[in-house]
Every structure is written in C-alpha cells, then in structure tokens.
C-alpha cells in the first residue's frame, strides 16, 4: 500500500488528534531519502473560508529538483483562542524529537481538545 493511501485508509473524522498524529507518524517510519517533517499550524483562508489549520507533512524529493509533499490537514472552526496561535517547524530546525514536540506544542494543547471540523489528506508538488 503507498503512503497516501495508508493514511486514507487509517485516518477519519472520527478519529482523535492524538491517534492521526500516531497513525501519520507510523507512516514515517517507512524509509524515504532525504525526507523532511513539517508541522505548521494557524488561521488561514486557503479555501475561502478562515480556519483553523493543524497540518503534518512529509516532504521528499520527486527526482526532478522538485518535492512531493504528503499533507494531512486537520481542520477546526476558528475562535479568538486559535486566531493567536501559529508555528512552523521543520524536523531539521531542532534537535528535539519531532513528534514530542508536536506533542508539547500550544496548537497541539488547543487541537486536542476541540472538535475536528474536516480532515484533507493529499499529495502536492511543489
């Protein structure tokens, strides 16, 4: 099964922040060259509407001087709390365990307690 379609089939909107995170992560530990993690989090409007984005990427080469970018956006509804909260972090910016410092991130502490508005799970090239 390719990675994308691991996550489809394990991840839904019924499932915590906590068990997609553990899913996405379990997908990482299937090798890739020169792969790189992302988790950036904030308000956007990507689709037209303001929300609340949690988002966790794997990022690798596509053999072309490009990159394919495995994203699993999780969704929430936006409020005053979240409208303060943002961060972007790469795996290679800290020497901290990737996944434990999602896990001890503001947007995580927020995330985990609020209802998942709609999930997107996708493969984009830069």
Request: hydrophobic share 35%; with cysteine.
């Amino acid at each position: 099964m390719d990675l994308l379609e691991y996550l489809k089939s394990n991840i839904s909107i019924s499932n915590s922040l906590d068990e997609i995170i553990n899913v996405f992560e379990e997908m990482c530990k299937t090798p890739i060259e020169e792969d790189l993690l992302l988790n950036e989090y904030g308000v956007y409007d990507f689709t037209g509407e303001n929300l609340f984005y949690f988002d966790l990427v794997r990022q690798y080469p596509d053999g072309e001087d490009e990159y394919y970018q495995l994203r699993v956006s999780i969704m929430f509804c936006p409020d005053v709390e979240n409208c303060a909260l943002e961060d972007t972090l790469w795996s290679d910016d800290s020497d901290e365990d990737f996944f434990n410092y999602i896990r001890n991130s503001e947007g995580y502490a927020y995330a985990k307690k609020q209802t998942i508005k709609s999930i997107d799970i996708r493969i984009d090239q830069t």
